[in-house]
């Protein structure tokens, strides 16, 4: 459904350039997450709002998502039990990261050699945006990256590459329970990911009159 014509809309914000922000969803309502100027990719996280020890684990849900490594239309992100956190019922990219979490100074360091440091990461806009919750750095799940372009070769070889959003691209994410979401515009410039231009987002919270796919 195209953006203009989304039904009952709750929330409807924009994420500035290299930051984050946290976002309630009552179970049936949906997230369109959208890329404004395209080539960002976004790092998502997510807890049980009633229970906030149960977070959305990116392992899991490549498990129960059986057989594939990239995440589609139908498919579930989960907790660590295996229960349905959110189904993506929407996707104009159908190109996803579930594998390598977020950027953090720890990756900065060893993966990019120290190059980066005292640079922003999504580790630390997720840190800012659960500070409410008192949810340590050390305990911030990994993430779902939305539109992040990292394919797994044949032989298992990985290289990153600009994301393929283009403007006004979008993923819904239906929310199954009540959630705690929080999202990172990543602020990486250290490979072309972002096409070295990190850029806004828009998120929109909307309602389906039966909750059903759009
Ligand atoms: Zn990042």
Not at 1 to 9: A, H, Y
Not at 149 to 161: L, Q, R, T, W
Not at 171 to 179: K, M, N, S, T
Request: hydrophobic share 35%; aromatic share 8%; charged share 25%.
């Amino acid at each position: 459904m195209r953006t203009e014509d989304l039904p009952e809309i709750h929330l409807d914000t924009t994420i500035p350039a290299r930051r984050g922000d946290l976002f309630r969803l009552a179970a049936g309502q949906t997230l369109r997450f959208i890329d404004v100027d395209g080539q960002q990719c976004s790092d998502l996280i997510a807890f049980d709002a009633n229970d906030m020890t149960r977070a959305m684990s990116p392992t899991m849900s490549v498990a129960v998502n059986d057989g594939h490594l990239y995440l589609g239309v139908g498919d579930w992100l989960v907790d660590d039990d295996g229960d349905v956190m959110l189904t993506i019922v929407a996707d104009t990219v159908q190109d996803h990261d579930i594998l390598c979490g977020s950027c953090s100074p720890g990756l900065n360091r060893t993966r990019h050699h120290g190059r980066g440091a005292g640079k922003r990461t999504c580790h630390v806009n997720f840190v800012e945006a659960l500070r409410e919750y008192g949810i340590p750095a050390e305990d911030v799940p990994y993430s779902f990256n939305i539109f992040m372009n990292y394919p797994v070769g044949p032989d298992g070889e990985m290289e990153y590459a600009t994301c393929k959003s283009v403007p006004g691209d979008y993923i819904d994410l239906r929310a199954e329970r009540d959630l705690i979401v929080a999202i990172s515009n990543c602020p990486q410039e250290l490979t072309p990911l972002n096409g070295f231009n990190p850029t806004p987002s828009r998120v929109i919270i909307y309602s389906t009159e039966e909750g059903t796919d759009v």
